[in-house]
Structure formats: C-alpha cells, structure tokens
C-alpha cells in the first residue's frame, strides 16, 4: 500500500505505508503544511494487479466530474469554530509575518509589509510603525488564509520598529515578534544591515535560499532538471501533411543535445474565418490540423519521444477560439458578447471570439467541463506529459479559479507538468512554471551599456517578493511571440545590433541556464547566435557551430543538482557594472558562474573567500584551483562556470 497524492505529484512510490501488527491496518506519516490536499490509496496485491482506491473514512472531491478523490484539508489550530471578525477570537496558528523576502519588499524609498491571516476572522489590521498607524489591505484570499499588505515610506536612514494591530470585535490585541501576547515585541528592521527585500541582517547583498532557488521544484519529479524545447512546425517546411512523422526524426538529435522536454505549439486543426490560419486560432480541440498530420501519426511521435525519455506538451489554448469553431453555433452561451448582443473577438485579435468562462458565484460550468474533457482526452488518451497554456495569466479572461480546479483533475490521470503563458504569481501552485519576461529586455540593455549588471539583481530580488516558494520561471531569449522582432522582444525596444555576430547571446544563455529558473531554447536556437530558422535535416543541427556550446549548457543544467535545485548567492567583484557573478549550491555540489557582460576585456576580482576551492572548468575541460577572493581573466562577452571538484 502507499498513499498518492498532489502532496507527492501522485507518485505511487513515494510515500509507501506500513502494515500494523492485526496485518490489515496500514499507516503512513506525511509532513503537510496548512492546505486542501486530494488523495487515493494505492493497492499492489499479490498477483500483480494494482488498484487505486478512495479513503472510506474521508469525503470526495465535489470539484472534479470526473474522477473520484478523497480529500483531506489541514487547517490552522481554531479553524473548527467558524470565523467571524466580530466574536473576539482571533486564530492565532495562522497568523504569520517572515521576516524577510516574502513580507518584506522595499523600493524607491517605501517599504511594503505583509501579514498573514485566517479569512474573514479579522474587523481590521492595522500596522503600527515608529508610532504611526496605516491601515492594511486584503491583497489575495483563499479558503484557508488571507494576505493584507501596507506601504508606508521608509528612508532606511533609522531603524524601523512595528507590531501588527488586531481588531476582531470588540477585542484589539497586538501580534509581534513574540507572536500575539499581551507583552508584544516589536519586529525591528536595523537600518545599517538591511538589503532590500532580502532577510535582515544577510551578509550577501543577494541570496536566496527559498523562493525561485526551485529547492522545492514544483512540478513532477521527471520535470526537475529537464531543458525545455520549443517547436514550431510551421517552419521547417516539410512537405503537406508530414510534419509530424518527419518530425519525429529529429526527437534523437534534441535528446542527444540535452533537451528534456518537447513543447509544440497548437497542433489543432486552424480556422480561417476572419483570420490567416493562425496555430492560436483553434478550430477543433480534439484533432490534429491534417496539414500537420494525423492522429495516429502524434500518438507515434509520443511514443517514440518517451521511449528517448522525452516529455511532451501541447500548447493549449483557453481563451478563445476561431470563428468557425463548432462550439460558436452549439453553444453561443459560452462566449463572450458585446453591447449589440453578439459575441465579442478576443481583444485586438479579429480572427478569433472571446470564450467567457464567468464569474465568482456565476462560473460557466459546462465550459469549464467542456475544456476539461478535452484537455483530459490528450493526456489519457494520448499519454502527453502536459500543456503550455496560451494567454494564462490576467492578459486573458480564463479565471485562475479555473486553473485550480483543473489541475487536480488532470493530475488524477498522470503527473503532468504545466507552463502557464503569464508572469503573474496567482497562477501557481495550479501551473509549475511561468514566463520571465522582465528578464531578457534588462539583459539586452546590460549588454547595450544602457544598465548596469546590478539591474539582475534588482530583478531576482523583485521575482523573490513576487512569487511563492517553488515557483518555477521560464528563462529565456527568444519564443515565438518575440522571434520576428529586431529588439528580441516585443519589437518596441530598440534594435540589437547584430554586426558582429551577437557574441553575447552566449554569456546570455549561460545565465538562462544557471540563474534559478528552467532554460528555453527556441526552434532552431542551437544553429546560430543569431535569429535563424530550423533545419528540415535532423543531423543539420549537429554540424552547426554553435552545437557544442548548448549541447554543453544544457548537460550543465541536467547533471548538476546545484544548478537546477540549489540556493543562490551571489559574488561582489570588483566590476559589478560589468561583471556577474554568483554560486548554485545543494550540500556539498557547488557551481560558481563568472560572466562578462561588455564588450571589454575584464578582470575579474571575486570578493568571497568562500569560493577557495577545486573546480572543474565545465566549457574549458580542466581543473582550477582557486584561493580565497581569486582573480579571473574575461575576454569581451566571456563565461565561465565551475563544478566543484568532489563531484
């Protein structure tokens, strides 16, 4: 017996239980924090067979149509009297406010803090800081806690002392650093030690053991460590109707450069009224576009990509579809409309109608099951491992309440791993990974001279405020949305100069690779730094110039747990302008990155005796030893990374 789960990522083999000694009573231990959790109990019994069953003594999952779930809920001491923010009785187990990155925030001479409650068990909260008083605001809710937030202006020239006020009736108490007592300390921010947004008193101007360091990966476990590939069919130019099969040639030469997972955009039949045929205009969610293939020819690709030990996502897409879709004439209830009664296009994209998927207390149910068995039908009956979501985030109409009560549900049939089109944190836990799009323009102005390389930190530091432990964020230089702009991005940046060959794409990747996050490559990445499409040839790929860099690169993130699951801290040098340097670390596996951001020649003075130590040079194939603060010598757009020698 064993018990399977979302705590585990429904892996049958990770939490086995054990029989007591009447032989029929079987016991496990799990470690949850407060939060809904859905399970069944997995049976291997003696003649090979394996059942999956519901605890008897445990309710349902009324959220999912489909299958059955037993649930369990770990709720705060208090939570079984119902909450009321007038009866005085504040539950004290869920009050939390840490003391660094998660509640804490700083920028441009304010200060954010954040304080964590049960919903609805609280009149009002108010923030007491250096004798003044500020009113807190609910920021985000769910069943089980509340998030309130205050800003207030900060110098960080005195020490900042502040308690949290408390009115639940009649009752005001206040909640400190010694948690809610009549004698109440104040939680004390030191001027001289604080690093913004970072835990007080932190020796390192940036570290971070917590969120976005992926010590607590999200997703399953087989996605950890795995690059992610993305595939655009359409410009590879095969013959009509082929693609596919001729694309599943090309599965061997992406696992040997060290891909994990297979990301194909739509590959759903495509509408054309109003539109061009564009992959995102998706006129049929259960077949295949015939001009790509079949669907016995992508169930082949399937499975010929897990017999590689490849994964593969389908990019999906929620939030609306084409004009010729079947569902606009069956059910016209389930979109949109405008002032005239009709049904309305989905933003400023004429060629597609915009689905409505309702609102809180009001939800268009048979939508949400409607997307649901389609989504479901991919992944039970074609066995893919997941789907990138298309307009995710709150660029779309489709409600995060969706992705909550999907996630579930497609996880009962396999662990899945979800990539959500967005950079907004309410979508996770219900996506592992979302997009970093702030990133990438920063690091084209670092290397333009516009920015200095300090900015990166400034980013990481606002990604650890932003978005919860285990979130994962997609790195990246290019995608589909951005390959045909001259900026690299959204083509409303100025043109990268491309004149000599764009060098820096190289010190670039190494950071999309090695800063904490899951690298992208883009169709066709490995054949040049600069923007160019695929080859129609699998070998192609391996005769380009560029192959051994990313074949290199994409091995570092695959074998080295420091990289894809350790803390981050990163090292001063004595060009920080034009310099980046930091360590990955899990136990005793370390990886030290050095990256020279110009144009310029660098040399580079590491200021942390905590590097001294053996290396392996990974791109130069060679032992370092390094003392204490080592100097190193950086030619323009230069990289270095370093494993540690015990490994």
């Not at 504040?90 to 939390?96: E, Q, R």
């Not at 998660?102 to 800081?129: E, F, H, T």
């Not at 001289?192 to 997703?219: C, D, E, H, R």
């Not at 590097?611 to 791109?619: C, E, L, N, P, S």
Request: charged share 25%.
């Amino acid at each position: 017996m064993s018990v399977v789960g979302i705590f585990n990522q429904w892996n049958k083999t990770a939490n086995p239980m054990k029989v007591d000694a009447d032989g029929v009573t079987w016991r496990a231990t799990l470690p949850l924090a407060y939060g809904k959790y859905v399970y069944k109990f997995a049976q291997f019994l003696p003649n090979g067979e394996e059942k999956w069953v519901v605890d008897p003594r445990a309710p349902l999952d009324e959220t999912d149509k489909i299958n059955d779930n037993s649930v369990l809920i770990v709720l705060p001491a208090g939570y079984d009297i119902p909450a009321s923010p007038d009866d005085g009785k504040t539950a004290s187990d869920a009050l939390l406010h840490l003391h660094g990155v998660r509640d804490v925030s700083y920028d441009q001479g304010k200060i954010s803090l954040s304080l964590r409650a049960r919903p609805n068990d609280l009149r009002q909260i108010n923030l007491d800081a250096s004798g003044k008083r500020y009113p807190m605001q609910l920021v985000r809710s769910d069943d089980i806690f509340a998030i309130y937030k205050a800003t207030l202006p900060w110098n960080r020239q005195q020490d900042l002392s502040y308690r949290f006020e408390l009115v639940d009736g009649n009752r005001v108490s206040e909640y400190g650093a010694n948690g809610l007592t009549p004698d109440s300390q104040p939680f004390k921010i030191i001027a001289k030690n604080f690093q913004p947004y970072l835990l007080t008193g932190s020796p390192q101007p940036l570290k971070m053991k917590g969120p976005l360091t992926t010590q607590n990966v999200a997703g399953p476990s087989w996605a950890k460590n795995q690059p992610i590939y993305e595939v655009n069919l359409d410009v590879y130019k095969f013959p009509k109707g082929t693609a596919l099969r001729e694309f599943e040639k090309h599965l061997p030469t992406l696992k040997e450069m060290g891909v994990g997972i297979v990301w194909f955009m739509p590959l759903q039949p495509r509408g054309y009224k109003k539109g061009y045929g564009s992959p995102y205009s998706v006129r049929d969610y259960a077949d295949i576009n015939p001009d790509l293939g079949t669907k016995a020819d992508f169930k082949r690709l399937v499975e010929r990509a897990h017999k590689l030990g490849l994964r593969v996502l389908m990019d999906w897409v929620p939030n609306h579809t084409s004009w010729d879709n079947a569902m606009i004439e069956a059910h016209p209830e389930w979109y949109v409309k405008d002032a005239k009664g009709e049904i309305a296009q989905a933003q400023t994209w004429a060629d597609v109608a915009q689905l409505d998927y309702g609102q809180s207390g009001k939800w268009n149910q048979p939508l949400w099951n409607r997307m649901r068995d389609d989504m479901a039908f991919w992944v039970r009956d074609y066995d893919i491992d997941g789907f990138r979501a298309d307009v995710a985030g709150s660029n779309g109409k489709v409600p995060v309440e969706f992705w909550k009560w999907l996630r579930p549900q497609l996880s009962a049939i396999k662990p899945v791993f979800m990539l959500a089109e967005a950079d907004n944190a309410e979508v996770h836990p219900a996506f592992d990974m979302t997009y970093s799009w702030s990133l990438p323009p920063i690091l084209w102005d670092i290397t333009a001279g516009r920015k200095s390389a300090l900015a990166i930190d400034d980013e990481l530091r606002k990604e650890a405020v932003k978005f919860p432990d285990g979130a994962v964020l997609m790195r990246f230089l290019d995608n589909h949305d951005w390959h045909g702009h001259a900026d690299w991005g959204w083509g409303n940046g100025p043109a990268i100069d491309t004149k000599n060959g764009l060098s820096q794409v190289a010190p670039l990747m190494v950071l999309c690779a090695t800063l904490p996050g899951k690298p992208l490559l883009y169709n066709g990445q490995e054949m040049s730094y600069l923007k160019v499409d695929p080859p129609s040839e699998a070998g192609a790929r391996t005769r380009s110039a560029v192959w051994p860099f990313y074949r290199s690169l994409l091995e570092l993130y695959q074998s080295q747990p420091a990289v894809f699951e350790g803390s981050f801290s990163k090292i001063h040098s004595n060009h920080d302008d034009k310099i980046y340097a930091f360590t990955r670390q899990r136990g005793q596996d370390r990886v030290l990155v050095v990256v020279n951001l110009s144009d310029q020649i660098q040399n580079a003075i590491l200021k942390d005796a905590a590097v001294a130590g053996q290396y392996r040079d990974w791109f130069g194939k060679s032992d370092v030893k390094f003392a204490a603060s080592p100097s190193i010598n950086l030619a323009p757009w230069a990289y270095r990374v370093y494993v540690s020698r015990s490994q």
